[in-house]
């Protein structure tokens, strides 16, 4: 089993010295502009790490399956919702398919029903924020962590605490570290994702996912509703598809055996 890594220096905080170290020197030559060259690219290098859903830049970040593990594990987003989830949940009964659902605090405490559902079949839960704010990772560190906590709390009440944080979006930033220390989570994005749009994207969504899928792999699907009947009908067909193609092709496992750690523990 993988365990935490004692704390350390990001390779942000890394890079920052090592530019900074650079630049002093510069600063003495003939050229002096040429120290703010190291300084610039860091500053690049910190405002396009966030959007790199695999980077581990600011904090370390789990993407895909530990070293040497070839298995695929599914992943949803955003939910529960009564519209999707028990479909979902159908599905993947259907297909004898385990997954993770990374669910959002608010609709977690709206619908504690389906977070027993999800329970009850043997998937697992992690914690995807509490409202789902696209901007959540520009509020203040105690913004951050309190929203954060608030889903946890949420969830310890309906018997279970994730050890896993997925950000909106994947987006992280280096506030992220100190708050997610604080509540001893670690965070997790994903390697594979198609775009969907959170199910606003579904046409040919099995062919784009089936085309991009390699062993190792953690896949980011979504589990909100479709905006209408018909387009709820067209996810329903490509979900089928998808995963009996995937039942049959590929080795999908649990996360917790392709990170080869726990997800979530049971709580009370």
Known sequence: MRRH??????PAAKTGMAALLTAIPLGFTAAPQTAAVPLALFLLACLAAPFLPRSSFFLPV??????????????FD???FPASTPILLELLAHYRLPATFFVVGEQAAAHPELIAAILAQGHTIGNHSYRHDHLLMLRSCETLEADIRQTQDVLAGMGTRPLFFRPPIGITSPRLRPALA????????FSCRIFDRGNRKIRHLAARVLRQLQPGDILLLHDNPPASEEETALWVQQLHCLLGRLSQEHRIVPLADLIDQPVMVAEG
């Open 182 to 189: 604080s509540l001893n989570l670690q965070a997790m994005t």
């Open 5 to 10: 890594r004692p704390w350390s220096f990001s």
């Open 62 to 75: 789990i993407c895909r399956g530990a070293p040497g593990r070839k298995g695929i594990a599914l992943t």
């Open 78 to 80: 955003d939910g529960p």
